[in-house]
Every structure is written in structure tokens, then in C-alpha cells.
């Protein structure tokens, strides 16, 4: 993993900690409010994470499929 | 017609391009700053009036139409201009300086515009001065810029004969707002579209911009493609077609994004993401979702820039663009990092930056017209941001792996610029209604309602969620992107190829053949000369028609070949 992020073990440890915080910070955030919407499940609690979630994984999928058929080094028009 | 000290906010941009073709040294640097403040300036003394000059072939030319929406636009083109200025003042290339000042002018001189002629003619000055912008770059930026201004001269091909179409019909030349519903109205809003960098001709905008020099691109990001949102609004609002078009450009840019490997195509895409976001706010058309769009606009040149200067000073110091090779600059760029995460924070729209205050008035505006579909995409389009650009461009510019680069930040005015945009993405967040009090449309909106700051702050830390756990397919690559310039670049051209052999091949076999049957022909007439025709004694009369017949022969082979 070290060569993935620039961070100590110990520091990427804490930081997890701390991102996982902040997501569930987020969701018990949805307790106190009631979500604006159209009257369906987006007023639902944590529809925004979870919708949100989903659309980023359906989003890199697709971008993945296009970049198979699409992509080509990048000296592709220098020749 | 009234006030005859309008001065034209354009006026103090052309002067300083003037001045700037020539000027060197420390009278070169205050004219970069000055102008833009002076157009600030007059953006600011625009009244509630129109000011003409005149005639131009029967027609009244309106320079300048003053309201709320112009002076809207104007104010960010303004600090723009001077932000860019700033950015750029230890850009040595005159030609890029003189020539960008001309076109944030040329931007001024379409929102000021009372009347298409004028709107024409400012139009078309900002496609040649940008082209020199990304021409100025150098040898490298030529075929670009080639194709860059082919394209927005077609674009201004349509735009012409669409207003020559309306104008012929109406019998005005003022610019009014129009649904499209005349083939001239959709000429005019095929040229606009054009610039707005709408499908299917978008390519021109990553293929361009990145070709640009570090600091020419921080211009180029705000002006072509904002102005073409200034002329939709004023143009084309509540046209329906422009929520298609513009939430196809939503999704488009962000898969793009995810794609791309160099930073500045990467933000390429995520101008065409972001004015698609503004494009369906225009075709919602509600008085709130037009402020939307607007405000979303004058946002978007903000952390726009931000983010493009964070890159232009990455580039200087390292020489590289690609997120493949760059990664871990946090160490040695704190101010640069910081202010490049202020624009990245703005655009995914966290709380307290300016891109939270703009872009939720769209969504709630597709809310109160019940438009269901727009309503459900605008999460994924807020999600997607904070991926390519949130996650995505800033994780493997400035952290990742250590690439072992230590590049210092930018000179001082560079980080000056930087802050300074920065810095007003924070205030224009923390104090919405700095902006709020000129909504060019006059809404009334409260973003920092409590639902509005929990499900923003859910869909961004999220999508962060959804970017730690693909990390591993998000991994840059030196790779590109096929794009509809794919059909001009390739396609077009092996047509061509094929074409061209095709012709010289029948042209070969038509002129050897040609050939063979003339040898021919000659042998004949020696045989003929020796002791045939042409051997035997014959009268003038008849020589005078073959001399004529030789002639017209003559002739025929002559034109043909």
C-alpha cells in the first residue's frame, strides 16, 4: 500500500478513522433534518448517500466500458 | 438613449490590448492589472440604459444595453480579466498577454450588446483572439488553434445566417429573447451552442485548450464558453431542448473526466460538465433556475480558473501535466495544494464555498416544476463532480504516490492570483448574499437551509467513499479519449486520402492512356506523310480545314488537360 498513498501506516490509519467519522457524521445528520424532494424516497434517510454512492459506482462502470472501446495511447493523432 | 456618458466596459479592455502589443516592463504589468479594474469600473457606472451609435446599414447599433444580467456578467468577466492578469504577469509572450486582454473585451463587448450586429462582431473578435491566445503558445498549438478556429468560424457561419434569417423577419436587429421555433432560430442557437461546447462538437474544447500555455488557458476557461451561457439566458430561456442538451453534457463530461489522464483535459471536461449544468437550468427556465444558472456561471469562472491556475503552476514547476507522472507536490507546493483543494472543495459544492450557494438553486428550481428527472440526475451529476474532480484530479496531482517531483510554488503573483480567486470562493460562500442582492432575475433563495447542507455534505463525502474503494480503476493512464473529433482528425482525413489516390490513379491511366493512343496517332501520321494523305498534292481549300481542324484539336487538348 505505500506506494499507493504518501502517508505513513500509522498517519493512513488515522485518517481512515477519521473519514469513517465523518461519513457516519453525515448520515446521523440526516436524523435532525427532513430531506427536500419530490415527495417520494428521495426524503428517505440517507438517500443522498446511498443514491450519491450508487451513481458514482453506475459512473466509473460506464466511464470503464466507454475508455475499453474508446481509449488509445495518448501519441494516438501524432502519427 | 438618455445618458450620453456610457462609456462601453469593452473600451478600457481594446485600449489596454493596445497598449499591451507594445508596452514592456513595469507599464506593461499596470496596464494588465488597471484595465480590467477600469472595465470593472464602468461595468459598474452601466446604467439601466441603452446607448447607441448610430446607423450600419439602416439599423440602430446598440454598444451598450444596460441591466442587471449584463452587469451580472460583466462583473465576473471583469475580476476575471484581472485575476487572469494578475496570473500572467510574468507571461514574456506579448502576443498572449495583448491578445487575452482582447478577448475578455471581446466577452464584455457581447454582454453589453444591445443588438445582434454588434453581438456578431464582438463574437467573432473573441474567436480570433483566443485563437491567438492558444496560437501564441507556440508551433506545438498550431494545428489545434487550426482547428479550433475553423470550428468557431462555423459556429459564427451559423450564427450569422441564422440573425440575417431573424433579422430579415423581424425587421429588428435587437437581441430579445426567442423560442426556437424557426429554422433561423435554430441556426442562432446552433452557433451559440457551438461555443458552449455542446454536443455533438464539444471536441474542439479538450482538443484546444490544453494546447494553450499555462496561463492562456486560465483565460480561455472563463470567457468563450460563459459568454455563450450569458447569450442562452438571454436568448433562448426556458427552451426545453437545453435540458437535454445540457444534462447530456453533464454526464458526458464526467465520464470524460474519469477518463482522462492530462490535467488540463481533465478540466476541459469539466467546463463542458459544469455549463451543461447551467444549460439545463436555462432550459428550466423559472425565474429561480435562470439565477441559477447565472450564478452558477459567475461560480464557475471562479473556481474554474482556481483550479486551471493550481494546474498551470504544476506545469510550470514540473513540466508535466499528466496525473500519471505527477503525485505527492503537497510536500513542496503547500499554497499551490491549498488553493487547488479551495477549487476543487468549491466545485464538488461543499458548504461554505460559492459552488454550494449557486448550484442548488438549479436543482431546487427542477423540484418546484416537478421536473422528476432532472431532479434524480442532479445527485449523480453532483456525486460525479466530487469524483473526477474532488477525489480524482486533486488525489493524484497533489497526493498519491511520491513522484519524487519538488517543485516550489509559483512566483508571487501566481500564488497571489490564486489566493485572491481563492479567497473569494470562500467569501462569496460564507456571504451568499453578496451575490444574492444581484441576481439578475431578482429570486429569493436560502442555501443554508439544514436539509440542503446534509444531503450536499452526504453526496460529496460519499462519492469520496466511492473514490477510495475504486481507487484501483481510477488510475491514470497515458492514454486519450476518442471524441467526436475522431471523424475530422482520422475519419475525415483518410477520406480524404482514399479520395485524393482515387483521383490521381484515374488521372495516371487517363493521361497514359492519352499517351499511348498520341503515339499512336503520330505513327499513323508518319505513315500518312510518307505515303499516304499527306504525301499527295492537295488544294488550299482543303489544307485551310485541316489547319483548322489541327487548331480546334488543339484547342480541345489544351482545355482538357
Redesign the interface.
Same mark, same amino acid.
Given at each position: 500500500m505505500s506506494? /499507493? $498513498?504518501?502517508f505513513t501506516d500509522r498517519t493512513a490509519k488515522r485518517l481512515w478513522i477519521i473519514?469513517i467519522a465523518? #461519513?457516519a457524521a453525515? /448520515?446521523a445528520? @440526516?436524523l435532525?433534518? $427532513? #430531506? $427536500?424532494? /419530490?415527495g417520494g424516497i428521495?426524503e428517505s434517510f440517507?438517500?443522498? +448517500?446511498? &443514491?450519491?454512492?450508487l +451513481?458514482?459506482?453506475? #459512473?466509473?462502470g460506464?466511464?470503464?466500458l466507454? @475508455?475499453f472501446i /474508446?481509449?488509445?495511447?495518448?501519441n494516438? &493523432?501524432d502519427g | 438613449m438618455t445618458a450620453s456618458l456610457i462609456l462601453p466596459p469593452a473600451l478600457a479592455l481594446f485600449l489596454g490590448a493596445a497598449i499591451l502589443t507594445i508596452a514592456r516592463g513595469w507599464l506593461r504589468s499596470a496596464v494588465m492589472l488597471l484595465a480590467p479594474l477600469a472595465a470593472l469600473g464602468l461595468v459598474w457606472m452601466v446604467p439601466d440604459a441603452s446607448w447607441g451609435v448610430g446607423g450600419y446599414l439602416g439599423y440602430d447599433l446598440v454598444l451598450v444595453r444596460g441591466d442587471r444580467l449584463s452587469r451580472w456578467f460583466g462583473t465576473i468577466f471583469a475580476i476575471m480579466a484581472f485575476a487572469g492578469g494578475l496570473f500572467a504577469l510574468n507571461q514574456e509572450n506579448r502576443l498572449e498577454t495583448a491578445a487575452a486582454q482582447a478577448y475578455a473585451g471581446g466577452a464584455l463587448g457581447v454582454v453589453f450588446a444591445g443588438d445582434v450586429l454588434s453581438l456578431f462582431a464582438f463574437w467573432e473578435v473573441m474567436a480570433l483572439a483566443s485563437t491567438a491566445v492558444i496560437w501564441s503558445a507556440g508551433p506545438e498549438a498550431r494545428p489545434a488553434g487550426l482547428r479550433y478556429l475553423v470550428m468557431h468560424l462555423f459556429g459564427g457561419v451559423l450564427l450569422m445566417t441564422g440573425l440575417a434569417g431573424e433579422v430579415q423577419a423581424t425587421g429588428s436587429v435587437a437581441f430579445t429573447a426567442m423560442v426556437p421555433d424557426t429554422p433561423a432560430r435554430w441556426l442562432i442557437l446552433a452557433g451559440f451552442l457551438i461555443n458552449a461546447g455542446a454536443p455533438p462538437l464539444s471536441a474542439w474544447l479538450p482538443d484546444a485548450y490544453p494546447k494553450a500555455s499555462y496561463t492562456g488557458m486560465v483565460m480561455l476557461s472563463a470567457f468563450t464558453t460563459k459568454t455563450a451561457v450569458f447569450v442562452l439566458l438571454r436568448g433562448f430561456p426556458g427552451a426545453e431542448v437545453l435540458i437535454w442538451v445540457g444534462l447530456f453534457m453533464v454526464f458526458y463530461g464526467i465520464v470524460y473526466a474519469l477518463l482522462a489522464d492530462d490535467m488540463r483535459r481533465i478540466l476541459s471536461f469539466s467546463i463542458i460538465n459544469q455549463v451543461g449544468v447551467m444549460l439545463t437550468g436555462i432550459g428550466v427556465g423559472t425565474t429561480l433556475a435562470l439565477d441559477g444558472a447565472a450564478s452558477h456561471a459567475f461560480a464557475s469562472v471562479l473556481y474554474t480558473a482556481l483550479m486551471l491556475m493550481a494546474a498551470g503552476a504544476v506545469i510550470r514547476g514540473t513540466g508535466r501535466a499528466r496525473l500519471s507522472e505527477l503525485g505527492g507536490l503537497f510536500r513542496s507546493m503547500p499554497i499551490t495544494t491549498a488553493c487547488g483543494l479551495i477549487g476543487v472543495m468549491t466545485i464538488s459544492g461543499l458548504p461554505l464555498t460559492v459552488g454550494f450557494v449557486t448550484k442548488a438553486m438549479i436543482g431546487s428550481a427542477a423540484a418546484k416544476e416537478n421536473l422528476a428527472l432532472v431532479w434524480y440526475l442532479m445527485i449523480p451529476a453532483a456525486a460525479g463532480v466530487a469524483l473526477y474532480a474532488g477525489c480524482r484530479f486533486s488525489w493524484f496531482v497533489f497526493f498519491q504516490r511520491d513522484s519524487g517531483l519538488r517543485p516550489p510554488d509559483p512566483p508571487w503573483n501566481m500564488r497571489l492570483a490564486m489566493v485572491f480567486v481563492a479567497a473569494l470562493c470562500l467569501l462569496l460562500g460564507m456571504v451568499p448574499d453578496l451575490l444574492y442582492a444581484h441576481l439578475p432575475y431578482a429570486s429569493i433563495y436560502n442555501p443554508y437551509d439544514g436539509a440542503h447542507v446534509v444531503s450536499q455534505m452526504q453526496i460529496v463525502v460519499f462519492a469520496a467513499l466511492a473514490f477510495v474503494l475504486m481507487i484501483g480503476v481510477l488510475r491514470p493512464s497515458a492514454t486519450i479519449t476518442l471524441d467526436t473529433d475522431w471523424l475530422y482528425r482520422r475519419f475525415g482525413l483518410t477520406v480524404w486520402r482514399l479520395t485524393s489516390q482515387a483521383i490521381w490513379t484515374v488521372w495516371y491511366l487517363t493521361s497514359l492512356a492519352t499517351w499511348t493512343l498520341t503515339v499512336q496517332a503520330l505513327t499513323e501520321l508518319r505513315l500518312a506523310v510518307r505515303e499516304g494523305f499527306l504525301s499527295e498534292r492537295h488544294g488550299s481549300s482543303t489544307m485551310a480545314i485541316f489547319a483548322v481542324g489541327m487548331l480546334v484539336f488543339y484547342l480541345a487538348v489544351l482545355l482538357i488537360f
Open positions: 506506494t /499507493l $498513498h504518501p473519514f465523518i #461519513l453525515t /448520515l445528520g @440526516g435532525f433534518v $427532513h #430531506l $427536500h424532494g /419530490l428521495e440517507g438517500f443522498p +448517500a446511498w &443514491y450519491g454512492f +451513481a458514482c459506482v453506475v #459512473l466509473v460506464v466511464s470503464r466507454i @475508455g /474508446l481509449k488509445r495511447p495518448d494516438y &493523432y | -
